[in-house]
């Protein structure tokens, strides 16, 4: 009996190394399995990167390649339409966008806040007087504050003589405006008007050709023809992008005009007001 559970013992002991070693074993092929797959994701990441980069850098190559064709065919256009009509649309284009750049400019910084200085011309008014008023509109920038100073500077004459000075000084403001503007409106019309004169001097040279060749072929006409399709164009294109600054600089004058006629009424009102407080 004694040699029957010694055997059984045995036994189970080596059976239970067996499974022990065969569980070690699925254990290192599993850890082996996983490995290997971390590693197949690794690499599918890194060629997945590679890949994608290699995109970018192929776009930022295109685009650079695109900017450089456009660049050429720029100048290729230019010098096909001739230095002398293309030089003159270029300077009529250049010219127009300073002058209406600077009169962007100049409008920006004439824009005041009316609201905000009507309320300060107020209350100086009311706590320093006249004199306070002067110094507000003294501080204070554009031709809203510089014709409240023109009215408030005239006080002692009388609320008519007030007015006649807001009006007259508004219509000085106004002229400063619109400074320059004649001069933006006439590269407008000159643009266009030297890119129709290229195409007709254009097209006489294609005539001269065809006399000259005695025969009416695309390739003698296509010359002057090309050259008279491009100054057309380019005059065009200059006409339209000074239209769009007019256009904005007209619609800009016409809004601090109308702030500056609404808040001469107002500063009117609160100068008759004070006067009937004294």
């Known amino acids: 009996m004694k040699k029957l ?52 850098a192929e776009e930022v190559v295109a685009e650079v390649e695109v900017k ?39 409008l920006n910084l004439a824009t005041t806040n009316t ?19 002067k110094d507000v509109c003294r ?31 508004g219509s000085v403001q106004m002229g400063l405006l619109e400074k320059g503007i004649s001069w933006i409106g006439l590269f407008i019309s000159i643009a266009p008007m030297l890119g129709f004169m290229g195409t007709v001097i254009g097209m006489i040279g294609a005539f001269d050709s065809i006399q000259a060749a005695g025969d009416i072929s695309p390739t003698v006409v296509a010359g002057g023809i090309k050259i008279a399709l491009i100054t057309t164009v380019t005059g065009l294109i200059v006409a339209v992008i000074l239209q769009v600054f007019y256009n904005y600089i007209i619609s800009k ?17 609160i100068l008759v007001k004070y006067n009937l407080k004294k």
């Open 139 to 169: 501080n204070t920038k554009g031709p809203v504050a510089s014709i409240f100073y023109q009215g408030l500077d005239r006080m002692e004459e009388g609320i008519d003589v007030v007015e006649k000075s807001v009006v007259s000084y």
């Open 115 to 133: 609201n905000k200085l009507l309320l300060s011309v107020e209350e100086a008014l009311n706590q320093g007087g006249v004199e306070a008023a």
């Open 5 to 56: 559970f010694a055997f059984i013992a045995v036994f189970g002991m080596l059976l239970g190394a067996s499974f022990y070693s065969v569980a070690q074993e699925d254990e290192t092929t599993d850890e082996m399995a996983v490995e290997q797959t971390d590693s197949m994701e690794m690499e599918e990441a890194i060629d997945t990167v590679a890949v994608e980069e290699e995109a970018v």
């Open 253 to 269: 004058i016409d809004g601090i005009v109308g702030d500056m006629e609404d808040a001469s009424i107002s500063l009117i009102d």
């Open 68 to 106: 450089e064709t456009l660049h050429k065919q720029i100048k290729l256009k230019f010098i096909e339409g001739g230095p002398g009509f293309m030089g003159s649309v270029l300077l009529c284009l250049i010219l127009g966008l300073a002058l209406a750049i600077e009169r962007i400019i100049y």
